[in-house]
């Protein structure tokens, strides 16, 4: 699986959108960009996924560059309930369910 | 449709002992994945089972274990607990060919003592 860098920590104002980055340089042509997120002390949860398209969803958007190399989460309207831990994760699509979920970024959303 | 259960919630063990988790997941996952989460090492895979068998494991020594029964749950088991084992334990499932979205379960905290 290719390796994720994410920032260990954000803020963003309650009710501002919060952009999420993501770098994953060594990512190759089979593998897709996950990303699920952590809310203190209650199991992880999917957000979104993409391969080389922007996708969008109810809760969130996925940006991915064009050369794939790194990708943005955007959360358009973050409320108090986003504060969680976020994590990028790289893996190809046909590979099983092992998630390596890395250190992630502590996402604080404040009034 | 319920959510991935587990049960207990939470348990105290000493070390030396052993211990028996247990994973229902949701109606119609046939994929079940087991999870530790500590604080210094964050979330890492155990293993992740299919139809009865186990199909991938991470990193852990063979004092872990588990089992998937024909109904999909699983119950993932770890003897000799040493101090280290002491983490939330994560399950989740999956839909086959739901491209990785995972299910997860709220965890049961184990604590060794």
């Known amino acids: 699986d290719a390796k994720t860098t994410q920032p260990t920590s954000m803020d963003c104002a309650e009710g501002r959108a919060a952009n999420l980055p993501c770098n994953h340089s060594?990512?190759?042509?089979?593998?897709?960009v996950y990303w699920y997120r952590q809310i203190h002390s209650q199991g992880p949860q999917y957000i979104i996924h993409?391969?080389?398209n922007n996708e969008t969803n109810e809760m969130a958007s996925l940006i991915i560059t064009e050369d794939r190399k790194s990708s943005t989460l955007i959360l358009p309207h973050a409320t108090l309930r986003d504060t969680a831990v976020y994590y990028c994760?790289?893996?190809?699509?046909?590979?099983?369910?092992?998630?390596?979920f890395g250190k992630g970024t502590s996402l604080l959303v404040t009034p | 449709k319920a959510g991935v259960t587990q049960t207990p919630r939470y348990l105290i063990k000493t070390r030396g002992q052993q211990v028996t988790l247990s994973c229902s997941p949701i109606?119609?996952?046939?994929?079940v994945s087991w999870y530790q989460q500590t604080p210094g090492q964050g979330l890492q895979f155990l293993f992740e089972?299919?139809?009865?068998?186990?199909?991938n494991k991470g990193n852990f020594p063979g004092r872990f274990s588990g089992r998937q029964f024909s109904n999909s749950r699983s119950e993932m088991n770890v003897s000799t607990l040493e101090l280290g084992d002491s983490a939330l334990y994560l399950c989740?499932?999956?839909?086959?060919?739901?491209?990785?979205?995972?299910?997860f379960g709220p965890g049961t905290r184990l604590t060794v003592l």
């Open positions: 060594t990512i190759s042509g089979n593998e897709y």
């Open positions: 993409g391969l080389k």
């Open positions: 109606s119609g996952h046939r994929s």
């Open positions: 989740a499932s999956s839909l086959v060919g739901s491209h990785n979205e995972q299910f």
């Open positions: 994760i790289v893996r190809a699509g046909n590979s099983g369910y092992a998630l390596n």
């Open positions: 089972y299919f139809s009865e068998t186990q199909r």
